[in-house]
């Protein structure tokens, strides 16, 4: 069987393929040139991506002998999976396998707000001793509110509250008597609730026509001035011409965004220009740890289902 892969995976899985016998393309670029995917993918029955590759009905139907469509992580927006049921694709993720080190990635982020160590020793290298420049606050106390509590939003809660955080969330697909919303302590409210009491909104949706731009400006007004929208989602969750604006007029205190609408972002971008505006390259899921066990459960999977 042949598996081609079209974007950047650890060689655990790679190696475990081989090793039961397919016959593994590693191109790790190769979802940049539709036409040589398309040319690799024809004689394939396994495909593994990222969230570039687009696996839509034009290309469904120019691969025939598909069988199996591999995500290495959770994000399924860049795949049909309408006409991957009709074409008779499996498609299959890796669930759960990066949603402590996206966990990690909010906790993170909210340090980076209030204790923003990097900057100060980058001050002292600069010749400084400043002690009263760096003294924002304490994450004990505070409100951290989850938009999206499946599984990374839970993590991300279960980590804020060993520090003392209060965790809101709002999530339309999770009863309020969900045993690992209840078990973790979300205090469950509706999004205004959640938005207005809020010090930091952290975003754990997947992107949808109902998420879009569920955040904008009039979602961001019902914010607390000085609060921090955290968004290690998807960028298309965010309205981000709204963004800059309440960030630039100090509506808000600011964003961490490991996700931008149009990836990579563009170095003209406007939030760019922004100090309390910090963009990462869509790395929250991608520490060693987490994209080992991803290649691995993708592996297992596919050989589970295929393997000889
Ligand atoms: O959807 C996900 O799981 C994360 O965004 C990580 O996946 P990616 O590295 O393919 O974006």
């Known amino acids: 069987m042949k598996a081609v892969i079209t974007e950047l995976n650890?060689?655990?899985?790679?190696?475990?393929?081989?090793?039961?016998?397919?016959?593994v393309i590693y191109q790790p670029e190769l979802w940049k040139d539709r036409e040589a995917l398309v040319q690799e993918t024809?004689?394939?029955?396994?495909?593994?991506?990222?969230n570039q590759t687009q696996v839509d009905e034009a290309l469904l139907q120019q691969v025939p002998h598909l069988q199996i469509v591999g995500r290495l992580g959770v994000g399924l927006d860049n795949i049909d999976l309408k006409a991957a049921e009709q074409a008779g694709v499996e498609v299959i993720t890796?669930?759960?396998?990066?949603?402590?080190s996206v966990a990690e990635y909010v906790i993170s982020a909210m340090f980076h707000v209030t204790r923003p160590l990097a900057e100060a020793a980058l001050d002292v290298k600069g010749g400084n001793w400043d002690r009263r420049g760096f003294t924002k606050g304490e994450l004990y106390g505070k409100t951290l509110g989850l938009i999206g509590t499946g599984e990374t939003g839970?993590?991300?809660a279960d980590r804020a509250k060993s520090l003392g955080m209060h965790v809101i969330g709002y999530d339309p697909f999770v009863k309020t008597y969900d045993y690992a919303v209840m078990e973790t302590g979300i205090d469950m409210m509706e999004l205004d609730a959640a938005l207005q009491q809020a010090d930091f909104i952290s975003l754990h949706v997947p992107l949808t026509p109902a998420t879009k731009h569920l955040i904008n400006r009039e979602r961001m007004k019902q914010m607390k001035p000085g609060s921090w929208v955290i968004n290690s989602s998807r960028g298309g969750v965010i309205e981000e011409n709204d963004l800059y604006d309440m960030i630039q007029?100090?509506?808000i205190g600011g964003a961490f965004l490991d996700v931008v609408e149009k990836e990579p972002v563009d170095p003209d971008h406007p939030l760019l220009t922004l100090g309390n505006c910090f963009i990462t390259p869509h790395i929250a899921g991608l520490t060693e740890e987490a994209q080992s066990r991803t290649s691995k459960m993708i592996?297992?999977?596919i050989i589970q289902r295929v393997g000889k």
């Open 10 to 23: 650890w060689p655990v899985g790679i190696d475990m393929l081989r090793e039961k016998g397919f016959t």
């Open 299 to 301: 592996a297992e999977e």
């Open 249 to 251: 007029t100090e509506e």
């Open 42 to 50: 024809a004689d394939a029955e396994i495909l593994i991506v990222r």
């Open 154 to 156: 839970i993590r991300a």
């Open 94 to 100: 890796a669930k759960n396998a990066n949603a402590a």
